[in-house]
């Protein structure tokens, strides 16, 4: 899209709210900042910026900025020119990459349904929509936007804060070639909350995969499968929860298996990923009764069909479910003995069965979608963090336990990298800084994750789980004990009697300590592995790899140490990109749209750290760069830095920034870095190095159209003489004259356009002579397009505030067919008579060859006849009535004269025409293009000095508008073929079946059900020590940008933005005011902006 169509927003009507950028907010508290989101949010604003930060407010609707047209607007465009929007976030980061050949990523953060993975996915689809790539880029394209409905599927569930909350944490790294293409990809996915899969609180829901396959299942599936209504299995009727607002489980099952099938999961093994999901449904209807303190299946019938669909032995499924191998040290000697167990023990080994198959299941997903996608070097990326948001539930375990730990850690990255690193570099680089105080959340890492001094939270609990009997009994207790010995007394920790409390960075979590221990210890007792390893099916012993006769040394990894390793490597990852934040907020916890609960959005703003954000940013640099990069970037600007500076980087920065004016009080140069102020100035550099691209690129295009038109016009050429040959002489110097159409850069000419249908082309434009009844000539702009003739003429405006302007008027509109006939002498002058039914034209053009060659063509597409062209020495055309005289006719008489040029003489009511001697009437064109005698369309030379040669442009459209609202994971619908699970010839155990299912054993759910879990949490000593820590106040003013200098000359406000279009033309913004130096009479005006004298065209300003 060029860049003369991307008019600011402002220029679209569009109503101003609040403000974009709260680096400009004139007020800085909370509330200010509250209000303003609130507005915007009302308004249907749900973007402002801080700066580079994006704040995204969750709508709860779909909003109607997210078509192509966006995609389109976004494009390119610098952050000021449009509103804010992800997908100007998005395309900052894809250019990013691009231009510094940096990978970049992005911190998606918020609590859970602030709306994080909607917003990963919107990224997603901006990158695959305004990137290139040939049909193996495309498939990587369908696995990356695919892999979406696959992951969620599987990993996604609805809670109480979210119907569609992601219970794993992903961070997607998105590959691409040097050329920009996404060709690659990579999934790191963490720690699933596999705790759903055999248990949920009220309200809440198992992983949306088995309600989709109940809802969406085949009867064949169903048979085979033995799939019931929700209602019979255990795993899923403890919460009595079965349907999700606003989802349609059937819809999302055929769009699961369509997106198993893009990755290229091959059919049987997609099959068996659904008979694993219908064997852990099954496995959790097994159920224990007491037989003398050991545990005994209840109803041994239920164990045949999980038994049947995993393929084991039903047996075995039984003693491994009530009874477990231990090792036993007896005299040196190690034996195994069988431990029955009790049933408690025996359901928790259960579910410690259907957790491990479903987790192992995941991460073989994830690890099919990498493959798919796997590249085998890396070149850039663009990395999308997506985790499960911080959360608070009225029994918070061990997985909210790590959820909001790995939440504490990306709050301690935006912290390090935008609030403590920035300070910290203005002091390292020597820039004049006043320090800003911020509440730091490290205190809250170390009390979770620190090895030594004082031991953390998750050592302690390593310990307790080291040394921990078999079955766990009593650990937990032991835990809380040893909890309270190690960080009792930090104060952002207190314990309870079965519990303890953390003060996170965004609220105080009460945790229930219960479980932590078996949790944590996270191990597959040996004798499952072994169980599942005996499976008939490949597929789930593939899943099982552990080699168990190797004896293990050492401890075995906990959850805690993973997750905390995965964490920090998280963290290094992402510190070794250049990082984009988009800090999503949620209104409200109702779910619905524009409603705004004002304690809930100032509470995440407070612990957001906004304010602070806004007032480190407002005092200091919106941009830094090291020497060398700056200069690499901007090298286009001057021929000194093109392609590259030699000497001194420094010296080459600072020629670059005086080369574009850039005033002394917007930057400062550190010790290896230049230190840019305000976004204003960067982006005037940015703007600088576009056109020069751009300028470039249009060369190179032009180029190219040039050579593309010219080929075509010499085809047209030989076909044009056809017609007039053996019927006239032609002229010397345009036999060989190669067509160019228009002649008079329509694209530039409003004041033409303005007569001509929108969408109309243009075949011909040229400017003729006309002869009147008189023989008097006068100029006419005659127009071709496929089915008129347009001529217009210039003339005096006679009243109105106009009067005495030169005005264009449309002379005369043809319809195409109407024409009658042709008629021209036989001579090589360059005359011809248009005849219509009324009246005749006599007209002049030494075009004629060219023009009338499309306008017979255009005649026969209209008619499927023949225009008629007559050939005679002494023509005859009709002239209009006016009043009682007048009419009748005029004659032209050709006669052999002298030399090429014209010499007419009118004598009464015949005009006689004499000419030399041209080439004979049978000469035709050569093969060969003659160099052009006449300027191209669309290419103008521009005076050094005074106006462009070429017309004013068009005032800018006014019509955007809001596309309809487009929000698709869909891909075409393929039909899937599914195959029966009995491929051993064994058919389902239809007898074993039973009716009854498992108990029904939903909690009752009633509406007064204690919900107060779900009101804004307590901030605790993370909100206190905020308060406390940031009241120093930043000074007014600063950072913001200059006002502009008084001058007497007189002004004029941008209506639009103009782009100039070459070097000696201004470049402005939708109400920036210019000094006006000189109206010229072409429109083209000359003034002066920012220290630059240019010319602009006086249609985009209004003068103030
Ligand atoms: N930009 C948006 N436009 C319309 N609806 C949205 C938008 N963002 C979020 N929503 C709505 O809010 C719901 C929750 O959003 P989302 O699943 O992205 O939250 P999340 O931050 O990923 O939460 P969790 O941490 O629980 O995974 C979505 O299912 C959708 O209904
Ligand atoms: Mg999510």
């Known amino acids: 899209m060029g860049s003369k169509e991307r008019y600011h927003w402002q220029s679209q009507n569009v109503k101003q709210s609040g403000v974009d950028d709260m680096v400009l907010l004139s007020k800085i508290s909370e509330e200010s900042i509250v209000e303003n989101l609130k507005k915007r949010y009302m308004d249907d604003y749900i973007f402002t910026y801080i700066g580079p930060v994006l704040i995204s407010v969750n709508p709860f609707k779909q909003m109607p900025y997210f078509t192509d047209r966006e995609i389109e607007l976004y494009q390119g465009a610098a952050q000021y020119e449009n509103p804010p929007h992800i997908y100007a976030l998005t395309d ?99 720690l699933l909350e596999k705790s759903r899969v055999v248990n949920q609180n009220e309200n809440e829901r198992n992983f949306h995969i088995y309600y989709q396959l109940i809802e969406g299942a085949s009867e064949e599936q169903r048979q085979n499968l033995g799939i019931m209504t929700p209602d019979y299995y255990f795993y899923l009727n403890q919460s009595a929860t079965y349907k999700v607002d606003g989802t349609d489980d059937r819809q999302e099952f055929h769009e699961t298996l369509d997106a198993m099938q893009v990755i290229g999961i091959p059919q049987q093994q997609q099959q068996l990923v659904l008979q694993i999901i219908a064997g852990i449904m ?440 056809s017609i007039l040959l053996n019927f006239k002489e032609r002229r010397k110097n345009s036999i060989n004259r190669n067509f160019v159409g228009d002649y008079l850069g329509m694209e530039d000419r409003p004041e033409l356009r303005q007569f001509i249908g929108k969408r109309e082309r243009i075949d011909f434009a040229d400017s003729v002579n006309k002869y009147d009844r008189r023989f008097k000539s006068i100029k006419r702009d005659v127009i071709l397009t496929p089915k008129h003739l347009y001529m217009i003429g210039r003339e005096k405006v006679k009243k109105g505030p106009e009067k005495g302007q030169i005005k264009e008027v449309l002379k005369k509109k043809i319809e195409i067919q109407t024409i009658k006939a042709i008629s021209l002498s036989t001579k090589q002058d360059d005359f011809f008579i248009l005849h219509e039914v009324e009246y005749d034209n006599l007209l002049e053009s030494v075009f004629k060859t060219e023009f009338l060659s499309l306008l017979c063509k255009r005649f026969e597409e209209l008619t499927k006849g023949k225009l008629q062209l007559s050939f005679s020495d002494t023509l005859q055309f009709k002239v209009k009535k006016e009043g009682w005289g007048g009419g009748g006719t005029r004659n032209v008489v050709f006669s052999r004269g002298q030399g090429d040029l014209t010499m007419i003489k009118p004598a009464g009511k015949t005009l006689n025409v004499s000419i030399g001697d041209g080439l004979p009437k049978n000469t035709k064109p050569s093969r060969k293009s003659a160099p052009q005698s006449r300027g191209q369309p669309g290419y103008h030379q521009t005076k050094k000095h005074g106006p462009p040669s070429r017309g004013l442009p068009p005032t800018p459209r006014d019509d955007y508008r809001n596309g309809a609202a487009q929000f698709s994971r869909n891909t075409p619908q393929q039909d899937q073929m599914y195959t029966s699970p009995n491929k051993h010839g064994k058919a389902p155990p239809a007898t074993a079946l039973v009716k009854h299912g498992a108990t029904n054993k939903a909690r009752q759910v009633s509406s007064s059900c204690d919900m107060e879990f779900l009101n804004v949490p307590d901030q605790g000593v993370a909100g206190q020590q905020r308060k406390k820590s940031i009241s120093k106040r930043p000074q007014p003013g600063v950072g913001r940008p200059k006002p502009q200098a008084k001058a007497a000359a007189p002004k004029c406000r941008a209506l639009y933005q103009y782009v100039g279009q070459d070097v000696d033309e201004l470049s402005f913004n939708v109400n920036e005011v210019i000094d006006v130096l000189l109206e010229d009479a072409s429109g083209w005006w000359k003034g002066r902006l920012r220290g630059k004298e240019g010319l602009f065209p006086g249609n985009y300003v209004q003068k103030i």
């Open 92 to 190: 900052n980061m894809y250019r990013n990459m691009m231009i510094d050949g940096e990978n970049q990523c992005v911190i998606i953060s918020g609590e859970s349904g602030a709306g994080k993975t909607v917003a990963a996915k919107y990224i997603m689809g901006y990158i695959s929509k305004v990137s290139g790539g040939a049909e193996k880029v495309q498939h990587v394209k369908d696995i990356i936007l695919q892999s979406n409905p696959l992951l969620e599927a599987f990993g996604n569930a609805k809670t109480v804060r979210n119907n569609n909350s992601s219970r794993f944490g992903k961070y997607f790294e998105i590959q691409f070639s040097r050329g920009g293409e996404p060709d690659g990809g990579k999934i790191s996915n963490f």
């Open 282 to 721: 099954h496995l959790g209807n097994i159920g224990f009764r007491e037989c003398g303190n050991y545990a005994q299946v209840e109803d041994s019938d239920l164990l045949a069909f999980p038994a049947y669909l995993l393929g084991i032995d039903q047996t075995r499924l039984n003693d491994k479910l009530t009874s477990r191998k231990m090792d036993s040290k007896w005299g040196g000697k190690t034996e195994s003995i069988n431990v029955t167990l009790n049933v408690e023990q025996a359901s928790y080994t259960r579910d410690a069965l259907a957790k491990g198959l479903y987790s192992r299941l995941f991460d073989f997903l994830v690890e099919e979608i990498n493959k798919a996608i796997q590249k085998p070097y890396e070149e850039y990326s663009i990395g999308v963090l997506d985790i499960y948001g911080f959360e608070i539930f009225k029994k918070n375990g061990f997985e909210q336990f790590c959820i909001n730990f790995v939440n504490e850690k990306l709050q301690q990255i935006f912290i390090e990298l935008t609030l403590k690193a920035e300070q910290e570099e203005y002091v390292q680089e020597g820039i004049n800084w006043t320090a800003i105080d911020y509440f730091n959340n490290k205190i809250v890492c170390d009390l979770i994750e620190s090895k030594l001094n004082p031991t953390g939270i998750m050592s302690v609990l390593d310990d307790v789980c080291a040394t921990m009997h078999a079955t766990g009994e009593g650990a937990d207790g032991t835990l809380l004990q040893k909890l309270q010995a190690a960080v009792g007394c930090n104060e952002h920790f207190n314990s309870w009697n079965s519990g303890f409390v953390i003060h996170h960075y965004a609220g105080k979590v009460s945790y229930d300590v219960n479980g932590f221990c078996e949790r944590n210890r996270d191990v597959l007792f040996t004798d499952l592995i072994e169980l599942m390893q005996s499976s008939e099916y490949g597929f789930i012993r593939m899943l099982f790899p552990e080699k168990l006769d190797v004896d293990k040394k050492g401890r075995p990894t906990t959850a805690g140490t993973k997750i905390k390793k995965q964490a920090n490597d998280l963290v290094n990852t992402l510190m070794k990109c250049t990082p984009h934040y988009i800090r999503c907020i949620k209104p409200n916890e109702t779910k619905r749209p524009k409603d705004w609960e004002e304690s809930r959005a100032k509470h995440q703003v407070e612990y957001l750290g906004l304010k602070e954000n806004i007032r480190v940013r407002r005092a200091g640099f919106a941009y830094r760069r090291v020497f060398k990069k700056f200069l690499q970037r901007y090298a286009i600007l001057t021929p000194e830095t093109w392609p590259s500076w030699r000497g001194d980087e420094r010296q080459g920065v600072q020629h670059l920034l005086q080369s574009v004016n850039m005033d002394y009080d917007q930057y400062q140069m550190g010790r290896s870095k230049v230190f840019v102020k305000n976004p204003e100035s960067l982006f005037l550099l940015e703007e600088m190095r576009e056109r020069k691209f751009d300028t470039f690129a249009r060369t190179i295009q032009k180029a190219w159209r040039r050579y593309i038109a010219r080929r075509k016009y010499e085809q047209m050429r030989e076909e044009a003489s």
